[in-house]
Nanobody, 115 residues
Framework: QVQLVESGGGLVQAGGSLRLSCAVS????????MGWYRQAPGKERELVAR???????NYADSVKGRFTISRDNAKNTVYLQMDSLKPEDTAVYYC?????????WGQGTQVTVSS
């Protein structure tokens, strides 16, 4: 019943910005953390950013200073603000939610940064 619906992906030019959204629906006991992963062609899936229930955040070194993860509990939504985008940011981005039972994944949204 838990579902993560992503939006905001697309094609942007290098140096531009993009904001990804992930809306959560369904019955969740307790959210431990939410985050964004990405997987580029030929590369392993990596954690981009994470925000815990307490509000602490973590970022991959490659995106520090450029990406910002945030949440709106009232809207049951988590965001990923992506600034100063680079071609190497091109990947499928996945929203994830971890509760006390399991980890849920979104279907992924394509982000393409042109040079």
């Amino acid at each position: 019943q838990v579902q993560l619906v992503e939006s905001g992906g697309g094609l942007v030019q290098a140096g531009g910005s993009l904001r990804l959204s992930c809306a959560v629906s369904g019955s969740i006991f307790s959210i431990a953390s939410m985050g964004w992963y990405r997987q580029a062609p030929g590369k392993e899936r990596e954690l981009v950013a994470r925000i815990t229930r307490a509000g602490s955040t973590n970022y991959a070194d490659s995106v520090k200073g450029r990406f910002t993860i945030s949440r709106d509990n009232a809207k049951n939504t988590v965001y990923l603000q992506m600034d100063s985008l680079k071609p190497e940011d091109t990947a499928v981005y996945y929203c994830t939610l971890r509760d006390s039972i399991r980890t849920y994944w979104g279907q992924g949204t394509q982000v393409t940064v042109s040079s």
